[in-house]
């Protein structure tokens, strides 16, 4: 499957727990965003990196959140101490160039729920 | 004011009708735009781009770009049972690297 892959695809975890995901963007895409989305909305951007380098983190993304590509490949976002409002679908997406042209291609997503 | 904005709807249409889809953006410098389908419980998956004013088809999709009056929309002609989803509209952002995704509309095809 060339397509974007995440994992685990369901987590649940006890509040104040750290749980982390792993996105893999199709093969030849520079470009990563990670988003996150609850009921009846749509994707709300949280951080995005082209290869390794991390170039715009939202600043809505309080400090327990953390976001690496280590070699430019595959991705992991970290949320450490988890609430009860952290829980919502989290959505990675790639792309291969960057400008106008900025077709991203979802992932199917992480659903976490904090208990 | 958001960013993009979307009727919720749920917007109902009989099997074979023209569906219409409608966003509005606050950003003038916004260049591209895109339309997205999300089934229930599913990620976004995109179906059209458009970048330029006027219309863009593909198949039974056409997307209308109006920058002057910052308006978006997709008609889905011979809509099926299928085209049951939910339809994000979507911008790239002036000076970052950001999508901006409205809430989408839902769209419910009747057979």
């Known amino acids: 499957d060339t397509g974007v892959s995440q994992n685990p695809r369901h987590k649940i975890t006890k509040r104040g727990q750290n749980v982390t995901f792993r996105c893999d963007p199709i093969?030849?895409?520079?470009?990563l965003y990670w988003y996150r989305q609850t009921l009846g909305q749509g994707p709300e951007f949280l951080t995005y990196?082209?290869?390794?380098?991390?170039?715009?983190k939202s600043r809505l993304l309080s400090d327990r959140f953390s976001a690496e590509r280590p070699k430019g490949s595959f991705s992991t976002l970290e949320i450490q101490r988890t609430e009860q409002g952290d829980s919502a679908m989290y959505l990675c997406a790639s792309s291969e160039r960057e400008g106008a042209m900025n077709e991203q291609f979802f992932g199917p997503g992480t659903r976490l729920t904090v208990l | 004011q958001k960013e993009v904005e979307q009727n919720s709807g749920p917007l109902s249409v009989p099997e074979g009708a023209i569906a219409s889809l409608n966003c509005t953006y606050s950003d003038r410098g916004s260049q591209s735009f895109f339309w997205y389908r999300q089934y229930s419980g599913k990620s976004p998956e995109l179906i059209m781009s458009?970048?330029?004013?006027g219309d863009k088809e593909d198949g039974r999709f056409t997307a209308q770009l109006n920058k002057a009056s910052q308006y978006v929309s997709l008609l889905i002609r011979d809509s099926q049972p299928s085209d049951s989803a939910t339809y994000l509209c979507?911008?790239?952002?002036?000076?970052?690297?950001?999508?901006?995704f409205g809430a989408g509309t839902r769209l419910f095809v009747k057979a």
């Open positions: 458009i970048y330029s004013n």
């Open positions: 093969s030849e895409h520079n470009r």
């Open positions: 990196f082209q290869n390794e380098a991390q170039l715009e």
């Open positions: 979507a911008l790239k952002n002036t000076g970052g690297f950001k999508t901006i």
